[in-house]
């Protein structure tokens, strides 16, 4: 049952959407089988009590009390419940856009021929559409497609003048530059991370066109465009700071997933241009996160993930705005993912105490924390041998090293990671062992560090010689 497509589906529900759909399988008109009604009870119920799916022999059992076990009759049952779980996410999906609603509703109407309902409706849906407050691509995509349920209607009265007609095409044409410049930036990020190439068709006409019929007012078309002359003219700060100041202005005018994607995108912007040595873009990525947290951009149900969490509290202490994150770490710890929480709330409560030159207000928290995420427990063992060092506990720290490089194999940690920790143990080494006041040995053990092609902690070790 785990490894089912019905399981996995079933493991993603949330708890909401679990008693939606008890409302659901129990409506007559969506399921005339009362079977899989009560599959899905005793299923369902199961799960509550023990929170694991439940195997289908017992389910059977259930169901057919004194029947033999039939594995066909059973997978039958569970992919008919499958069919009905698959229908009721389609089913949330169609109604969760009141525009779209009532777009659903004037098409209907239009073909009863009933034009003052289908007006009122399509009317309604219009209003619903600007009430979502989005100026996005599919903002166009859904304007095109109510102006032209309007060209359609039973009296043609509304719709048949050349005004009209040229909205009609205005309106396709921002449906399609939005959505055309979304997806040149999604093809241009692609081709930079993977080395691949793409035809991306009419790059150079639509950015003429755009230039030319001043369409930068719009949000959408302004912010991928922007980011666009971001990506093949990175040395140009002047795109960038055009980029994140439509982000700024624009932000309620993207669904929350785009927003954040938008927001990322500058954010990984700044990273490349702060690890090529340009520390003014830290302070970029720091300003992008502030105001992303000012409107929940990086929050996706209500939680922050740890990944985020970390990469906030690295660019503040970056910076050195210490007081800020410690009020963002108190601030959102709560909103971390529980699996995650007490881990990642000590890890940068530490890093934040270490960064203050607070060692032993850092060493506990870095002691009691339980790091099963493996990169993040390195990232604390990284930070305690910085710590032993800073304090002069050589032997803890020599010992400290060994077990952190027995660890590192142990854990078969692959790629960049291995390569990356284990080049951080081997050089502390060199820094606790070898003379340092030989001036040759010093120059030597520097180059080495420099020449490293994979060292996070290159900037430490070099501060340490």
Known sequence: MMNSRFGSLFLQL???????????????????????????????SFYEQHEVLPEKVYLFGKLYQNKAYNDQQMRLLISRL?????????????????????????????????DKHFQRSLAQ??????????RNAEYWQFNFQLQLEGSRNVSKTQYSGQEALQSLSNTLDLSYFT??????CLLLTHQKVYQSEFDI??????????????????????????????????ENGEHFQHF??????????????????????????????????????????????KAGLATDVFLDQGELSHFTFHNIATAGLKTKEYKWVGTFIEGYKNRLPKQ????????????????????????????????????????????LLKIYYELDEFDLLNAHLDAMKNFIRRKAVIGYHRTNYLSIVRFTKKLVNSNLYDRERRKSLREQIQAAEVLTEKEWLLEQL
């Open 14 to 44: 949330s708890p909401v959407e679990k008693r939606s759909f008890s409302h659901f399988i129990a409506s007559p008109f969506f399921n005339q089988q009362d079977i899989l009604e009560q599959l899905w009870e005793y299923l369902s």
């Open 179 to 184: 959505a055309k410049l979304r997806h040149i």
């Open 201 to 234: 068709g009419m790059l150079d006409e639509i950015l003429n066109y755009i230039s030319s019929k001043e369409l930068l007012q719009e949000p959408a078309i302004a912010c991928y465009y922007y980011y666009y002359h971001t990506l093949i003219e990175p």
């Open 340 to 383: 995650h929480r007490e881990s990642s709330y000590s890890f940068n409560q530490a890093r934040l105490a270490y960064a203050q030159g607070q060692y032993e207000t850092a060493l506990p928290l870095l002691q009691k924390a339980n790091y099963r995420d493996l990169l993040l427990n390195l990232a604390a063992k990284t930070l």
């Open 244 to 289: 994140k100041r439509s982000l700024f202005e624009h932000s309620q005018q993207f669904p929350q997933e785009e927003i954040r994607d938008l927001f990322l995108l500058a954010i990984n912007y700044c990273v490349k241009k702060g690890n090529s040595g340009s520390q003014a873009f830290i302070h970029e990525m720091l300003d992008l996160y």
């Open 125 to 134: 849906a219009q209003s619903k559409l600007e009430e979502e407050g989005y």
């Open 82 to 114: 499958y069919q009905k779980l698959l229908a009721y996410l389609a089913y949330e999906e169609a109604v969760s856009s009141a525009a779209q609603m009532k777009l659903y509703e004037a098409q209907a109407l239009r073909k009863k021929q009933l």
